[in-house]
């Protein structure tokens, strides 16, 4: 056999071989973007956890102390005790001034 055809079987061969570990579906191309999807879904995964936490947090708050309902009626209902008087402050509205602006006599020409 001729020295340059056995040269490019060999070639054709080593590229059919690496196609499938770039390409294919395990292939080294789709694990780069699968741990890239990965890394994504922990960050969800850790902004949630820390939700859930502040959740389960409040839920026993709840569930525990009459002070964490009272608060949470007063904040979110402008509820008030029996017996109680509710002050509330109004900040006066700032309304725009206008000053009159000083009338200005154009230069004297020279």
């Known amino acids: 056999m001729n020295p340059r055809l056995i040269s490019l ?3 054709a061969l080593l590229i059919l071989l690496q196609y499938p570990l770039w390409f294919g579906k395990g292939g080294l191309l789709r694990v ?3 741990e890239g ?32 309902i009272e608060e949470r ?17 109004i900040e006066p509205r700032s309304e725009p001034r206008i000053e009159p602006q000083a009338e200005s006599s154009p230069a004297p020409a020279q």
């Open 9 to 11: 079987v060999l070639f």
């Open 32 to 34: 780069s973007d699968l």
């Open 37 to 68: 999807q990965l890394e994504q879904q922990k960050q969800v995964n850790e902004s949630l956890r820390l939700r859930n936490q502040q959740l389960e947090g409040d839920v026993r708050s709840l569930s525990e102390g009459v002070e964490a």
């Open 73 to 89: 009626a007063r904040n979110d209902f402008g509820m008030i005790k029996k017996g109680e008087v509710f002050i509330q402050l």
